[in-house]
């Protein structure tokens, strides 16, 4: 499909980052599965992939109540995201088609910007392993907000960064609860098929396109406007 930039005008995109830019959300989930396996919380894959998304502290306080303190919260959520690094590592390269779009978007200097729930550790290795720190004008991530997803505080922040109104901007995500958060925060979503189905999406009326990964992704030039062909 074409989306014509001009007549839902959109002026900025907004990249999260884990299953979208980086195709990495089955090792959080197993990371998940083992870390609350090990707090003596069982739990299937399946409801880890439903039910832990967000701030990792939020998680472990929504799963957990007050059985741990703010600082035994984020030593748990230290120790999770630590293992996910250590086996992600020799596996870490953006999505196919990514890097070509990022090259397009400098070149044309059309804003773009990172809005991801991970916290600081997770978006500087992802961006400084992989050298593309420099292509982004913001990085949002979950040390800069007080609300994780789906609160729509982090594609806010990531919409003043690069200096757009969230409503023209478009916010690529890979999760239902992600989409929702460009939902609340007024942008519409294209959906990246990295972890879930096309039918989880369809409930969300802010969602525009699909995609697999980026090798089709292109933007081109009409006239006044751009067109982001999906």
Request: hydrophobic letters at 40%.
């Amino acid at each position: 499909m074409t989306l014509k930039v001009k007549e839902h005008a959109i002026r900025g995109i907004i990249f999260d980052m884990d299953g979208t830019m980086v195709d990495n959300m089955m090792v959080h989930h197993r990371a998940w599965q083992r870390k609350l396996a090990s707090l003596g919380f069982e739990m299937s894959m399946e409801e880890v992939m439903e039910k832990v998304h967000g701030v990792n502290e939020e998680i472990l306080e929504k799963l957990f109540g007050d059985r741990f303190t703010a600082a035994e919260r984020k030593q748990i959520a230290w120790e999770k995201e630590a293992e996910y690094r250590a086996i992600f590592k020799p596996e870490l390269k953006l999505v196919d088609g990514l890097p070509a779009l990022l090259d397009q978007l400098k070149k044309i200097e059309f804003p773009f910007g990172v809005g991801t729930a991970a916290p600081a550790e997770n978006a500087d290795f992802v961006l400084d392993e992989l050298g593309i720190r420099p292509y982004f004008k913001t990085v949002v991530h979950a040390g800069d907000v007080s609300n994780g997803k789906p609160h729509p505080e982090v594609f806010q922040k990531a919409a003043s960064g690069i200096g757009i109104p969230t409503e023209h901007c478009l916010v690529f995500e890979d999760s239902p609860t992600g989409v929702h958060t460009a939902q609340n925060a007024g942008c519409l979503a294209v959906a990246v098929l990295t972890t879930h189905q096309q039918e989880e999406f369809e409930k969300y009326d802010n969602v525009v396109g699909y995609i697999e990964d980026f090798t089709a992704v292109s933007l081109k030039k009409m006239g006044d406007h751009w067109q982001i062909a999906l």
